[in-house]
């Protein structure tokens, strides 16, 4: 139950990316893209994966290295990675503020910022569904997940959870737009 909490938030988390890259092909061609919904996803990666996504990841892997130290040591430090994710949005959130503001910023760069991000984020949430989940599913004992489940946080997410805040409202519509455009153009 908690590992698939975790890949349906790393699907939401890839909606997110694909919008938000939609987005970013809209500025490269140096047209205006909807800087409203740019910056509420990134507003969102600032919140949600940071206070409730990794820390329930850190606290399967936890239990997954105390189970399995030498599977874990193949997994790879997952705290720095996300803290070199929540480095790499910071800068990606930085760029986009500083093109609102107005500041010069070299369309490339900016492109460069924000695509570095998304690749990385893609490529993260890759490697643990592939190689982390299963591999804590094989270790962690019935108790470790008894355990990790009463330290859960209750909290919804905030954007994809049927409590979402009202902040959100707009992107929530705008992704469920973008996904009727992207089943219509399948048809
Ligand atoms: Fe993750």
């Known amino acids: 139950m908690i590992i698939e909490r975790l890949c349906q938030e ?5 909606t997110l990316l694909a919008v938000l890259e939609r987005e970013l092909e809209i500025f490269d061609r140096g047209d205006r893209p909807d800087y409203d919904v740019i910056r509420t996803i990134i507003n969102y990666f600032e919140v949600y994966p940071d206070l409730y996504h990794h820390p329930l990841e850190d606290l399967v892997f936890a239990k997954f290295k105390i189970r399995d130290p030498a599977a874990a040591a193949k997994v790879g430090n997952l705290t720095l990675e996300h803290q070199k994710g929540a480095e790499r949005l910071r800068r990606a959130a930085q760029a986009v503020d500083g093109v609102l503001a107005g500041r010069e910023i070299l369309r490339q760069d900016v492109d460069t910022i924000v695509r570095d991000f998304i690749e990385h984020e893609r490529r993260h949430i890759m ?4 190689d982390f989940f299963p591999a804590a599913l094989k270790a962690l004992e019935p108790q470790d997940w008894t355990e990790i489940a009463s330290t859960l946080i209750s909290r919804k997410d905030p954007l994809f959870s049927e409590v979402a805040e009202k902040r959100f409202y707009a992107l929530r519509a705008h992704i469920l737009q973008s996904e009727q455009e992207a089943e219509a153009g399948r048809h």
Do not use: L, P, S
């Open 10 to 14: 790393h699907r939401n988390i890839e």
């Open 127 to 130: 490697m643990e569904d592939r």
